[in-house]
């Protein structure tokens, strides 16, 4: 037996959708507003994952300019006929409001680390879609919005028979299930010819869980099971938190497994806060007398270790590096059985572990050529911009993580500034900047431009929530060019520093990193904390920033 160490995907990769072609696994998990849209990632021994790539192009002209934080790219599900992957998404337009807004797209490959077909528009009754092949059919499965007053958001689970070819529905929508508390997320498989409808139940906060439905037809009736296949509600000591959102999948030996996302808190004096979000973990199930679905170690609490069959073959990535760059092209012959080739590193670029906010990074104002080595940023929006910020980031996978850059820059006034970031969404990020502020003493003036005007380059430390920005410290720069700067979080505490001829020094007090998580405030927030670079120039858009050496250290603790 292996045993794998939950969670599997560490930091900032929620609704998990699990599947098996041959020896290989392949998980599926949402993005939200960053890029790559829809990473993926691959293991043989369900212990060791990498990264396979993303599913290109699945944001329509590749674009999110304008959804909203937590907003487009939820729960894909990620599926396989025999022939091809699939992958059904949702782009989500509207948070917290009573019209979902959004647009369900279906996309096909050979292989998942490349030739995805542009996506294509189906029937868009709510978000968290998936399919389901049998005998040549396909069938789209999501919940359904009543969006007048007085009516239930989530108000039941539907499915539609689509064309294969054209994607267009068969015949009506039928209602498989509703249920008192609230259920979305539904995937649906067939064993001893009854058909299990996995639902994530409760949310997908604290009251999160994963519930079991059957039926002997496709189109129901469905009997729900009378007790949670997988939850932590009923206790806040769990390690692993918010335990829901699952797909089950059968290993070659016929064991089952349950994917399902997960959470590890901070234990605050003002709460439970998950700063790396929503993360992805994997289960052992075994079924009982009665034909249900259960955790093999009992109870519905998840387990950290799991043993997982061994394979009985040697794996294709006996080290598999945390981030390879994936293979830039399809596997060319599809078959039920595929063997991916080893994922092959590349010269540094902006690829992954890199994301970006609504776009992907461009040499219009992400470059790694102007200056060999260098990540060479042109500053555009603010940190808040939902069109065109110009930051670049990577996950925070522990609680205990370390991020540093170089960075060389030269701001002429305080609408420029470069600088790393401890970053969740535009009303939750920490910043050290290097701009520009008026002589020691006097007051803001507004905007200058350089000569009599005077000034100075600085270091400025701001934190930012929900009630809005606060400048924390204003530190003089120590040298003329290129500046190491760093930040170190341990916990809920942060401390932002600058090295100087070997030395450290710290700018500002320790910061409540334990802000930036899903936890804090009251919008709905989906994503995870993440260290990141920007630039910024809200006058000319012309300012550039140069940053080399960035690195993140993740340490479990």
């Not at 999110?64 to 782009?91: H, M």
């Not at 069938?139 to 539609?160: C, K, M, S, Y």
């Not at 294969?164 to 498989?176: K, N, S």
């Not at 970053?423 to 431009?449: F, H, K, S, V």
């Amino acid at each position: 037996m292996t045993v794998l160490h939950n969670p599997v995907l560490r930091g900032f990769a929620p609704d998990p959708s699990l599947v098996r072609v041959g020896d290989w696994y392949y998980l599926a998990t949402s993005s939200f507003e960053w890029f790559p849209t829809i990473p993926l990632h691959r293991s043989r021994d369900l212990a060791h994952w990498e990264y396979a790539g993303h599913v290109q192009g699945a944001a329509p002209g590749n674009s999110l300019a304008g959804v909203p934080d937590s907003g487009g790219i939820w729960a894909p599900s990620l599926s396989w006929d025999g022939e091809r992957f699939w992958v059904t998404y949702t782009v989500v337009r509207s948070v917290g409001t009573p019209y979902f807004d959004l647009d369900t797209y279906v996309a096909t490959a050979a292989s998942v680390e490349g030739g995805w077909s542009a996506p294509r528009r189906v029937a868009s009754h709510g978000f968290d879609p998936a399919l389901f092949h049998e005998d040549g059919r396909l069938w789209l499965l999501n919940l359904q919005n009543d969006h007048r007053p007085g009516g239930e958001r989530f108000a039941g689970i539907v499915v539609t028979e689509l064309d294969r070819d054209t994607l267009e529905p068969v015949g009506d929508t039928h209602l498989l299930l509703r249920h008192d508390r609230l259920i979305e997320g539904p995937k649906l498989l067939r064993r001893d010819g009854w058909y299990y409808l996995v639902l994530a139940e409760g949310g997908t906060g604290w009251e999160h869980g994963v519930r079991v439905a059957r039926a002997q037809e496709l189109t129901g009736p469905y009997e729900l099971d009378e007790r949670p296949l997988l939850t932590t509600r009923d206790d806040p000591a769990v390690p692993l938190q918010k335990a829901g959102h699952g797909e089950l999948v059968e290993t070659p030996e016929g064991q089952w497994l349950l994917g399902h996302l997960t959470a590890r808190p901070l234990h605050t004096p003002k709460g439970r806060r998950c700063t790396l979000g929503r993360e992805t973990a994997i289960q052992a199930v075994v079924w009982d007398a009665e034909g249900w679905p259960r955790l093999r170690q009992g109870g519905w609490h998840p387990e950290i270790e799991v043993d997982v069959p061994t394979r009985s073959h040697p794996r294709s990535h006996p080290h598999p590096r945390p981030h390879p760059h994936p293979h830039p092209h399809p596997h060319p012959h599809p078959h039920p059985h595929p063997h991916p080739p080893a994922a092959v590193p590349q010269p540094e670029d902006l690829s992954w572990p890199w994301s970006s906010l609504r776009e992907p990074p461009g040499p219009s104002w992400a470059d790694t050529t102007a200056r060999p080595g260098w990540i060479r940023l042109r500053g555009r929006h603010g940190p808040e911009s939902r069109w065109a910020a110009g930051l670049l980031a990577q996950r925070i996978t522990e609680h205990r993580a370390e991020a540093e850059v170089t960075v060389e820059a030269r701001p002429v006034t305080f609408t420029q500034a470069a600088g790393l970031l401890l970053w969740y969404n535009p009303e939750a990020y920490l910043a050290l900047d290097l701009t520009w502020a008026e002589p020691e003493g006097e007051p803001q003036r507004g905007q200058q431009w350089g000569g009599t005007a005077g000034g100075r380059t600085v270091f400025s430390l701001v934190e930012r929530d929900e009630d809005g920005v606060r400048q924390v410290a204003v530190v003089d720069v120590p040298v003329d060019g290129p500046v190491t700067l760093g930040v170190t979080a341990e916990g809920a505490d942060a401390r932002f520093w600058y090295l100087h001829e070997g030395v450290r020094t710290a700018v500002g007090p320790a910061l409540d990193f334990s802000r930036l998580s899903d936890d804090h405030g009251s919008r709905l927030r989906f994503t995870g904390a993440m260290a990141a670079i920007h630039a910024r120039d809200l006058v000319d858009a012309a300012f550039t920033a140069d940053f080399t050496g960035f690195r993140l250290t993740c340490a479990p603790g």
